[in-house]
């Protein structure tokens, strides 16, 4: 082979690498995989630019840097984020209603994930979350706290529930 036919197919297997959720190797051969570093797909990234192939370009660069990894049923999404153990827009907290998973955000989590329990009927929260207080405290911070006792919360929560 030529150093033309060797670069392509160094570019071939690239297109073929995809996240692995999980870094416990099965129990055949198989089942193994391996780890790449950024620095790899960084310089894949650039001669597969540099050969002309933007779509396996865009893959690498994306695998080089930190990705959602929200598992949903049986996929794995491999959107790029801003920082590692965030999730990606379509995987906020906050969407999880439109996905049909519960719409509860912990008040407190600086990497917020979305829950995966389905909402109670007649409600956006699963079983587990619609006991945590959604009040907007003064500060601008939601409460949180689970069957909350403050008296102003619940009274509160009674006017909203009559609206």
């Known amino acids: 082979m030529d150093e033309s036919d060797v670069i392509d197919r160094v570019l071939q297997e690239a297109a073929d690498l995809t996240p ?14 391996v780890e790449t570093s950024v620095g790899l797909l960084k310089a894949l990234a650039g001669l597969a630019a540099a050969r002309g192939q933007l779509a396996l370009t865009e893959r690498l660069e994306r695998f ?10 049986d996929k794995v999404c491999v959107a790029m984020v ?8 379509k995987h906020a907290p906050e969407n999880g209603p439109t996905l049909g998973f519960c719409a509860y955000v912990a008040p407190h989590d600086e990497q917020p994930r979305m829950c995966k329990g389905a ?6 929260r699963c079983a587990e979350h619609e006991a945590h207080c959604r009040i907007v405290k ?9 069957n909350c006792p403050s008296p ?3 009274k509160a929560r009674q006017a909203a529930a009559r609206h």
């Open 20 to 33: 692995t959720p999980g870094f416990v190797n099965g129990d055949t051969y198989s089942q193994w995989y």
């Open 64 to 73: 080089a840097g930190p990705m959602c990894f929200e598992v949903t049923g």
């Open 82 to 89: 801003r920082a590692e153990g965030m999730p990606c827009s």
């Open 119 to 124: 909402p109670k009927e007649g409600t956006d």
């Open 138 to 146: 003064k500060n601008g911070k939601v409460c949180g706290n689970w």
């Open 152 to 154: 102003a919360h619940r």
